[in-house]
């Protein structure tokens, strides 16, 4: 099952995650352009991979764990690297601090609540997030070079980042909300039972 093809398009789509950053080091627009066209392949993967794995009934447990995996290193590692080419700056810094918080956070949930054998749904207002999240980063990755071309396109993508960080504090919070009775710890606490009195002896005294 791990060299079946959903997991070979996963494993793509995690190599496709140093690629992009590889992109900013060409010079000229032409690192933007091609950094986006490695995005969208990375999200076409993302929805085969998980498509055909239902349709060919080929879902396995590696699938299971990579699958978020690789969504959340591209996520992390496109962010960043927005960052660090200065794409994403002052003010709008905060709205990548949020997104990469909240994946961290609701990690580490799911791996705890998996270990209780209790599964977290994601709800349609969360897969809302997800959507505008890459929409925002395609916009921001093309950034300036598609400026030249139709301006505006760095502050849509600025925009629709900060939607998508609101909708990211929601959902985290509705996660949190759902798991949180799980992390309550409402076993009665054992308290040692004192010890019995000693039997006293009485001895008669006879006359």
């Avoid at 504090?169 to 054992?190: C, M, N, Q, S």
């Avoid at 039997?199 to 006359?207: D, G, I, L, W, Y």
Wanted: aromatic content about 10%.
């Amino acid at each position: 099952m791990a060299t079946n093809l959903p997991n070979l398009l996963t494993y793509f789509r995690i190599a496709l995650v140093p690629a992009v950053v590889l992109c900013f080091y060409i010079p000229g627009d032409t690192s933007h352009w091609v950094a986006l066209s490695l995005f969208i392949v990375a999200g076409i993967t993302d929805f085969f991979d998980g498509y055909l794995a239902r349709a060919w009934e080929q879902q396995s447990n590696l699938g299971r764990m990579l699958d978020p995996i690789a969504d959340k290193l591209l996520v992390a590692v496109v962010l960043i690297a927005l960052t660090w080419q200065d794409i994403i700056a002052g003010f709008s810094l905060w709205a990548a601090i949020i997104i990469l918080c909240r994946e961290i956070l609701v990690s580490g949930l799911r791996e705890f609540l998996a270990e209780l054998r209790v599964s977290v749904p994601v709800t349609q207002l969360a897969k809302w997030k997800t959507a505008i999240q890459m929409i925002a980063l395609g916009f921001l990755l093309a950034g300036p070079a598609a400026d030249k071309i139709v301006p505006g396109v760095t502050e849509m993508g600025l925009t629709l980042l900060w939607a998508a960080a609101i909708l990211t504090l929601y959902t985290g919070i509705d996660y949190f909300r759902a798991g949180i009775v799980h992390l309550r710890d409402d076993k009665p606490v054992e308290r040692s039972k004192p010890a019995p009195p000693a039997a006293v002896t009485s001895q008669e005294t006879r006359p």
